[in-house]
């Protein structure tokens, strides 16, 4: 069965460095989306990225967060200069049309 | 403000005991109700999708409806394996090419044997 796939599963960065986060969507899906869910809290979204944009993004989603589908096959996160604050578990997830599937997410510690 | 909230936290049963979870929306414009399932530590699994009051699916021991104001999340005979956190989440209507989900805080559900 086609899954998302996320690497790494957990990443530790020192506080202000770059880091980036890897998916694989499934294959034929048209709707490429990042939620993070900190410790005991909501699953929030960040962005949604549809026809190689941004089509909405939250507040979250400042100037330190940026996305990108380098190619047919990978979408990327990257966070510029990591804050303690970011700790959390980010889920990439996909959509062929309004149902959406969930990676098993990156856990990044911010030390 | 769009708004999801489930009750209750934390539901503890039995092996066998029937009961429902809540799902509370605001939505403006409602374009689906979802329900997933999360393992500690894991994404969401997509159970179901609800999109019009009335409407009902099943899977296995689980059963999902809609009103126009709640979902609820029936599990009949629950085993162990049930065990997990429940989320509902709902897509309103903001236009353009994005499906945004707005979730709950989610239902701990522990069945014991």
């Known amino acids: 069965e086609p899954e998302v796939t996320q690497t790494p599963s957990h990443q530790v960065t020192q506080m202000g460095q770059e880091v980036i986060l890897r998916c694989v969507p499934i294959?034929?899906?048209?709707?490429f989306y990042w939620y993070r869910q900190i410790l005991g809290q909501k699953v929030e979204f960040l962005v949604s990225?549809?026809?190689?944009?941004?089509?909405?993004k939250s507040e979250i989603f400042d100037d330190q967060f940026s996305v990108e589908r380098p190619d047919g096959s990978n979408f990327t996160l990257k966070i510029r200069s990591t804050k303690l604050e970011d700790s959390a578990m980010y889920f990439c997830?996909?959509?062929?049309?309004?149902?959406?599937?969930f990676g098993q997410g990156t856990r990044l510690t911010v030390v | 403000e769009d708004q999801v909230t489930q009750s209750p936290e934390a539901l503890r049963l039995q092996e066998g005991e029937s009961s429902s979870l809540n799902c509370s929306y605001t939505?403006?414009?409602?374009?689906?109700l979802f329900w997933y399932r999360q393992d500690p530590g894991k994404g969401p699994e997509f159970l179901f999708t609800?999109?019009?009051a009335g409407e009902e699916k099943e899977k296995e021991r689980l059963k999902a409806t809609l009103t126009k104001k709640e979902s609820f999340l029936h599990i009949t005979a629950p085993k162990p394996e049930d065990s997990a956190t429940y989320l509902c989440?709902?897509?309103?209507?903001?236009?353009?090419?994005?499906?945004?989900?707005?979730f709950g805080t989610g239902t701990l559900l522990a069945v014991q044997p």
């Open positions: 997830a996909s959509a062929r049309d309004t149902e959406a599937f």
């Open positions: 294959s034929n899906h048209l709707y």
């Open positions: 990225f549809y026809n190689n944009e941004i089509s909405e």
């Open positions: 939505v403006s414009g409602l374009r689906g």
């Open positions: 609800l999109y019009s």
């Open positions: 989440a709902a897509r309103g209507w903001y236009g353009g090419a994005t499906n945004k989900l707005i």
